[in-house]
T-cell receptor, first 112, second 114 residues
Framework: AQTVTQSQPEMSVQEAETVTLSCTYDTSENNYYLFWYKQPPSRQMILVIRQEAYKQQNATENRFSVNFQKAAKSFSLKISDSQLGDTAMYFCAFSRDDKIIFGKGTRLHILP | DGGITQSPKYLFRKEGQNVTLSCEQNLNHDAMYWYRQDPGQGLRLIYYSQIVNDFQKGDIAEGYSVSREKKESFPLTVTSAQKNPTAFYLC?????????????FGEGSRLTVL
């Protein structure tokens, strides 16, 4: 069975700093998708970034980028030049066929 | 504006009562999902539906029921058989089904059992 582990329950960084959120997963599959979702205090969850496992190039969306290490089954999220609006819960997720599995989340605080 | 609407936002229920949470989407998505979110537990899948009149159990379906009579609507009933129903419930939809497709979420419904 697939599992997704986020080892950092909570993190705090100063505004404008760079922060990296960790995610590891366990699967025997070769083709799958990985996601990072953000849940701000207003509660509506939104997609931050998506990575297809068959693509070697790391996905990037503006200040957000991932470090995808397929062999190590690692999928970390880097937020550059962090902003107060980045304060949120961040969930890593694994998707294959008709299943998506979420990690338990990392609560990120951006401090002014 | 397209999106997912969940209602009510807050709901209180007495023990032994059934309650139905509404989820409506106008994104023309085929697939819809219900998740339960508890502190420190992440999101757990309750039920999902990929087409009208069809749905599948997720990981924690016991004590819940759903229907999918219309593409736009996927209501969730929390029955009295659910032993610990107090939680935050999230509805989501997707155009491609789960594999690879982005999930679009509603704002959630918080259910409290008194």
């Amino acid at each position: 069975a697939q599992t997704v582990t986020q080892s950092q329950p909570e993190m705090s960084v100063q505004e404008a700093e760079t922060v990296t959120l960790s995610c590891t997963y366990d699967t025997s599959e070769n083709n799958y998708y990985l996601f990072w979702y953000k849940q701000p205090p207003s509660r509506q969850m939104i997609l931050v970034i998506r990575q297809e496992a068959y693509k070697q190039q790391n996905a990037t969306e503006n200040r957000f980028s991932v470090n995808f290490q397929k062999a190590a089954k690692s999928f970390s999220l880097k937020i550059s030049d962090s902003q107060l609006g980045d304060t949120a819960m961040y969930f890593c997720a694994f998707s294959r066929d008709d299943k998506i599995i979420f990690g338990k989340g990392t609560r990120l605080h951006i401090l002014p | 504006d397209g999106g997912i609407t969940q209602s009510p936002k807050y709901l209180f229920r007495k023990e032994g009562q059934n309650v139905t949470l509404s989820c409506e989407q106008n994104l023309n998505h085929d697939a819809m999902y219900w998740y339960r979110q508890d502190p420190g537990q992440g999101l757990r899948l309750i039920y999902y539906s990929q087409i009208v009149n069809d749905f599948q159990k997720g990981d924690i379906a016991e004590g819940y029921s759903v229907s999918r009579e219309k593409k736009e609507s996927f209501p969730l009933t929390v029955t009295s058989a659910q032993k610990n129903p107090t939680a935050f419930y999230l509805c989501a939809s997707s155009s491609f089904g789960l594999a690879g497709g982005e999930l679009f979420f509603g704002e959630g419904s918080r259910l409290t059992v008194l």
